[in-house]
Nanobody, 120 residues
Framework: QVQLVESGGGLVQAGGSLRLSCAAS????????MAWFRQAPGKERVFIAD????????HYADFVKGRFTISRDNAKNIVYLQMNSLKAADTAVYYC?????????????WGQGTQVTVSS
């Protein structure tokens, strides 16, 4: 079955950096787009960034542009989220997602999430 497993979350001070990883299995990773979302306590899940199958096309939410970078390694079936200049407002559970379904307007596969806590 399809599995997306996030790792790399933790506690970091404001201004610091973290790199999240999402290891995928059970799907044809090198042919699908991937994305990162996050959900803060009491708030809805929001889009952070996505990347196409080749890694050449990426998009970012305005609130992370210039600070976060999404990338992928198709040989390892991993998508990354490099997060720099972290702020307390970045505290959330971070989820990776795969295979966008246009008809549904959402991603088909989701990981279990990894907690990122930024102390001010």
């Amino acid at each position: 079955q399809v599995q997306l497993v996030e790792s790399g979350g933790g506690l970091v001070q404001a201004g610091g950096s973290l790199r999240l990883s999402c290891a995928a299995s059970g799907l044809t990773f090198n042919s699908i787009g991937m994305a990162w979302f996050r959900q803060a306590p009491g708030k809805e899940r929001v889009f952070i960034a996505d990347i196409d199958w080749s890694g050449r096309d990426t998009h970012y939410a305005d609130f992370v542009k210039g600070r976060f970078t999404i990338s992928r390694d198709n040989a390892k079936n991993i998508v990354y989220l490099q997060m720099n200049s972290l702020k307390a407002a970045d505290t959330a559970v971070y989820y990776c997602a795969g295979l966008y379904e246009a008809r549904r307007g959402s991603y088909k596969y989701w990981g279990q999430g990894t907690q990122v806590t930024v102390s001010s």
